[in-house]
Structures are given as C-alpha cells and as structure tokens.
T-cell receptor, first 112, second 116 residues
Framework: GENVEQHPSTLSVQEGDSAVIKCTYS??????FPWYKQELGKGPQLIID?????GEKKDQRIAVTLNKTAKHFSLHITETQPEDSAVYFC???????????FGRGTQLTVWP | GAVVSQHPSWVICKSGTSVKIECRSL??????MFWYRQFPKQSLMLMAT?????????EQGVEKDKFLINHASLTLSTLTVTSAHPEDSSFYIC????????????FGPGTRLTVT
C-alpha cells in the first residue's frame, strides 16, 4: 500500500512568519492529497486538498504544491496566527474511493 | 465542508461492558464510512471501511468480533466495542465519503472512550 512520510514532526514559528510542512509518498498511482488540521480533542478538519492533475492550489493564507515526478507535496501557511497552532496531517489516496494513508502529523506552534 | 456528527462525544464504561458509538453524516449521503482510532500524539489508524448495506472491511490486526460495525443507511454508521478492556481506551473518529463528492472525506468530532 501507500506510504506517506511527513516532516517535520514539530514546527515552531513566530506569528506572521510562514510555515512549510512537507510530505512524500511512495505509490505513483496516488491521485489525491488532502491536508487536515486537528485541534486538541477534536476530529481532523479538511483545510485544503489537491488532485494529481494540478500542481498548486491556494486558499487565502494556505497553499499546497504537488510535484508528481518527485512524489512529494507541501503545505504552505503564510502570515501565521496563534490560532493556526494545531497538528497537521497530510494524506494520500491511490484510487477515487479508496482509503487515505496518513502521515505522522506535524505539531505546529505559532508564538505571538 | 460537509458535517459529520458523532455520539457520544465521550463515554466511560466498565471493563467487560459494550459501548456503541454513532456516526452520522448530516448534510450528505455517505456511501462509505471509515472508522479510526487515535492514541495520544499519534496519527490516525484506520480500523475498518464500511459501505452502506454491506459488511465492513477490517484492517489487519483489528478484531472484527470485538469492533462491530454497522452501516445501515447512507447517513448512519455505528461502531460497537464489545467486552471493552482498558486497552481499548482511545479516541475513536469516523469519517464519511459522499456520493456527490467522491474525493473528499470528512471527519466527525471524535468519541473519547475510557474503560475502567
């Protein structure tokens, strides 16, 4: 099955700075890559996703890039705010209705 | 995004008893629902995949007789933890995948189970 690696495991940034989280995947057939934000004691929330036919997608302060050749994708958060502090998970899926394979998560802390 | 609810949000039960957790997709029809468990500071671990009207598919190492999953309708799936033991204490989260949005998977808020 798919293997998704995520780095770093922890990330601390100053408010207003940018944060970048990177993931790699192993299955070249994977075609969908969502990112989830999970706050303490809550379920993961889908914040952005990208399909394999797109190289970049942006939604306000959040953007995701995908490099199919290198099999890696990244989450970029600009102008970080303390409320961005959470655990972020990347995931990959090999078929339209298949299961998601998750990375280990990144604990992002934004200091005011 | 779509809304998925879970009930209860937390439950404490005694060892040996059974607990049922409900997962509902409130504003879309979920052809597929997934059940995960998550230990503190760890990633999501898929337990099983269920499609409406058919038997659930369990991941390797997950006991299907202990974790009973029923997906009776397009809006409701239940997970029953039978004969619960303290090691079953965890955060259980469901997610739903709809017919209209085959790519997106939306998660419920989770259920904290504590077995004493």
């Amino acid at each position: 099955g798919e293997n998704v690696e995520q780095h770093p495991s922890t990330l601390s940034v100053q408010e207003g700075d940018s944060a970048v989280i990177k993931c790699t995947y192993s299955d070249s057939a994977s075609n969908y890559f969502p990112w989830y934000k999970q706050e303490l004691g809550k379920g993961p929330q889908l914040i952005i996703d990208i399909r394999s036919n797109v190289g970049e997608k942006k939604d306000q302060r959040i953007a995701v890039t995908l490099n199919k050749t290198a099999k890696h994708f990244s989450l970029h958060i600009t102008e970080t705010q303390p409320e961005d502090s959470a655990v972020y998970f990347c995931a990959g899926r090999g078929s339209t209705l298949g299961r998601l394979y998750f990375g280990r998560g990144t604990q992002l802390t934004v200091w005011p | 995004g779509a809304v998925v609810s879970q009930h209860p949000s937390w439950v404490i039960c005694k060892s040996g008893t059974s607990v049922k957790i409900e997962c509902r997709s409130l504003d879309f029809q979920a052809t597929t629902m997934f059940w995960y468990r998550q230990f503190p500071k760890q990633s999501l671990m898929l337990m099983a995949t269920s499609n409406e009207g058919s038997k659930a598919t369990y991941e390797q190492g997950v006991e299907k007789d202990k974790f009973l999953i029923n997906h009776a309708s397009l809006t409701l799936s239940t997970l029953t933890v039978t004969s619960a033991h303290p090691e079953d204490s965890s955060f259980y989260i469901c997610s739903s995948q709809g017919t209209g949005s085959p790519y997106e998977q939306y998660f419920g808020p989770g259920t904290r189970l504590t077995v004493t």
